[in-house]
């Protein structure tokens, strides 16, 4: 998308957009009482005849009011059939990022497989007219930018279907943001998994006749020599629950189940169009989760990446099966400072905190603390879980070390808990995005479907240490 500053009002014909909180109402350009607008956040009145579209920002106290107002806006702009348009900021520098990244998550749809006349350009301009071009103002537009367009990377690649997008083709597009961003890659494909004992990724991706992947992205833009992040998200192409077979009803939403994996490639790209000073390495574990002779089985004790025995008790627990070889994998050989680990993990976190808040466990205060700040800038709802070691009891094996499923009581926490065994003394954080990683209908601000959840928050917090 292009991105101009200009500071006196484009003769183009795209439509002006204008933003007005609860307190401005004298200010509209028409008299209009609060039943025909309310001015609350997002809520639009169209001017036709001057081709201004005039946004609501509710009391535009934070962030996301203008994240959001923005966002509101190039949804109706995209549905009306424009792809460009001008932001009318002046007064409202404060807050371009959100702006400039609000315009772009609602203009993302996902439009691949819809014929040429029920499809709808993207946003291909946005203009910003600033009192200023000044380089303060250009860095804020600019980092919108690479926020917003690094969550719509993430969720183009997570709305892909199943039958189109496997683990290849995960790597293949790893490959592309690879060459794009100027990143390391290395895939694992199934004979190098097979030679480093990558146990559980074999074990899940045995029922398909698409062999699993480890994915592995590197960018070095901190210190030479100092010890990375590692960014781990779950991809699991489609999750039949294996063996342990779901319910029909609902089974498409399995398609989501790479959500973890997509937002770290997405972070990985915006990791470096924000030219951040960190190495962070992006870990993605890729499998099917499908059924046929070569399954695994409930019974089974696999043994993982770094020679942990895990017993098997169903095949649908099969996210935290994968992350273990990852997560032993960024220990081990990536030798991380610290591991934020993505997944659609469980059904219970959906339970437990609804659609739209992840959740968030951690051994690590500090950690845990920062990457609440994070998501608080970004507009996300994360929630603090426990680790008590009581959940430990209740994941132990009589066979193995531990099992993958202890039932329903407290499972996103012993899901997590589960996690943490992988990862030693590194400071480590688990998001569970089961809920707000994808959106099954239309949303006020955005389209149905995937929706870059954690994205956006990991990016602030890696942005934050380089303060
Ligand atoms: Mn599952
Ligand atoms: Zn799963």
Redesign the pocket.
Same mark, same amino acid.
């Given at each position: 998308m292009k991105l101009q500053l200009v500071t006196s009002q484009p003769k183009s014909p795209q439509p002006l957009v204008r933003f007005f909180a609860r307190g401005q109402r004298s200010q509209l350009p028409v008299a209009v009482s609060e039943r025909t607008f309310a001015l609350s956040t997002g809520s639009l009145l169209h001017l036709h005849e001057s081709g201004t579209l005039c946004v609501g920002l509710g009391d535009g106290s934070t962030a996301d009011h203008f994240r959001r107002a923005a966002a509101s806006a190039t949804k109706a702009l995209r549905r009306q059939g424009h792809d460009a348009c001008t932001f009318d900021v002046r007064g409202l520098q404060e807050h371009l990022g959100p702006l400039v990244e609000g315009a772009l998550l609602g203009s993302y749809r996902f439009e691949d497989f819809k014929t040429a006349d029920k499809s709808t350009p993207a946003l291909a301009s946005l203009t910003l007219l600033v009192p200023a071009t000044d380089a303060r103002t250009k860095a804020a537009a600019q980092r919108g930018l690479a926020l917003g367009q690094a969550a719509n990377r993430a969720r183009q690649i997570a709305n892909q279907p199943p039958n189109v997008f496997y683990p290849q083709t995960l790597a293949e597009t790893a490959a592309a943001i690879a060459r794009e961003r100027k990143l390391k890659l290395t895939v694992l494909d199934e004979k190098a998994l097979r030679k480093g004992k990558f146990g559980g990724l074999l074990a899940v991706g045995g029922g398909s006749a698409r062999p699993p992947r480890l994915v592995v992205l590197r960018y070095d833009g901190g210190r030479k020599g100092e010890a990375p992040i590692a960014l781990v998200g779950?991809a699991?192409t489609f999750?039949s629950g294996g063996i342990s077979i779901k319910p029909a009803l609902g089974m498409e939403e399995?398609v989501w189940?790479k959500c973890g994996g997509c937002a770290v490639l997405g972070m990985m790209a915006g990791v470096a169009a924000l030219g951040l000073k960190q190495n962070v390495v992006g870990i993605i574990p890729a499998a099917e989760?499908l059924l046929d002779g070569l399954s695994y089985r409930p019974g089974d004790i696999v043994t993982v990446y770094d020679g942990k025995h895990i017993e098997i008790n169903n095949t649908? #627990?099969?996210?935290r099966v994968i992350l273990a070889d990852a997560l032993g994998y960024a220990v081990k050989d990536v030798k991380a400072r610290q591991i934020i680990d993505l #997944?659609?993990?469980t059904g219970a976190a959906v339970v437990a905190l609804g659609d739209h808040v992840a959740g968030l466990w951690s051994n690590h205060s500090e950690l845990r603390a920062g990457l609440q700040e994070a998501a608080e800038k970004a507009g996300e709802k994360v929630w603090h879980m426990p680790l008590f070691p009581e959940y430990e009891e209740q994941i132990r094996s009589q066979i193995a070390l531990i099992k993958n499923s202890s039932g329903r009581p407290g499972g996103a926490n012993t899901a997590a808990t589960f996690l943490k065994t992988f990862v030693g003394d590194t400071p480590w954080a688990h998001l569970d995005i089961a809920g707000p990683a994808a959106a099954d209908k239309e949303m006020a601000f955005f389209a149905r479907g995937a929706t870059g959840f954690g994205v956006r928050t990991v990016l602030e917090y890696l942005a934050g240490l380089d303060d």
């Open positions: 779950k699991v999750d399995m189940d989760n649908d #627990a099969e996210g #997944a659609t993990l």
